[in-house]
């Protein structure tokens, strides 16, 4: 999870199965864990401005665990409505000192890789929400806009306020002479 403009948005997925369950819960949750993978990509390829060209080349990284068994996979849009999913492999935690070698030269680059590729994510999403509040900003004080836009008194504030009626019904209307 990231937190951009005070709003919290996944870039990446996991899950943690119960370990009493056994095995049969590691490898029944797989479609689950693919499925909310699915949902974390798309709504990020699903930004306004996310180009095709950054959409084809992103990654949603998961993982699941399984009491100390593991495993890492990413999934990825091809074309639109194509996902593809690799596995890139499992990720062990170390049961006793003789397989720290193995946290060393196996879990640690594949975590990294998963980071890696939620702070792309992330960059891209920042980036994407960045230009769209940009682009609401300029809208917002564009002199070419509709007064009957949104709401017309909350796009009117830069005029004087006896250019318009007010939007509430009985106010006094305010017409100054000199336009007679």
């Known amino acids: 999870m990231t937190s951009i403009d005070d709003a919290v948005y996944d870039v990446m997925n996991g899950e943690f ?3 009493k369950l056994g095995p049969s819960k590691f490898s029944s949750d797989h479609l ?3 499925r909310k993978s699915k949902v974390v990509l798309d709504h990020i390829v699903n930004q306004e401005f996310i180009t095709e060209h950054d959409a084809r080349r992103m990654i949603a990284p998961c993982f699941q665990v399984n ?20 596995n890139i ?7 006793s000192v003789h397989f720290l070698r193995d946290l060393r030269k196996k879990t640690i680059p594949r975590l990294k890789f998963m980071r890696c590729h939620a702070l792309k994510n992330t960059h891209l999403l920042s980036k994407s929400l960045e230009k769209e509040s940009r682009l609401k900003k300029k809208k917002g004080t564009s002199y070419k806009r509709s007064p009957s836009c949104d709401d017309a008194e909350a796009g009117t504030k830069w005029t004087r306020s006896s250019w318009f009626p ?3 019904g009985g106010a006094p209307m305010v017409i100054p ?3 007679f």
């Open 166 to 168: 007010s939007p509430r």
């Open 67 to 86: 009491d100390l068994d593991g495993g890492i996979k990413i999934i990825k849009l091809y074309a639109p409505g194509l996902y593809t999913i690799q």
């Open 17 to 19: 199965a119960n370990s």
């Open 32 to 34: 689950k864990v693919l």
């Open 89 to 95: 492999g499992s990720v062990n935690i170390p049961s």
């Open 177 to 179: 002479t000199y336009f």
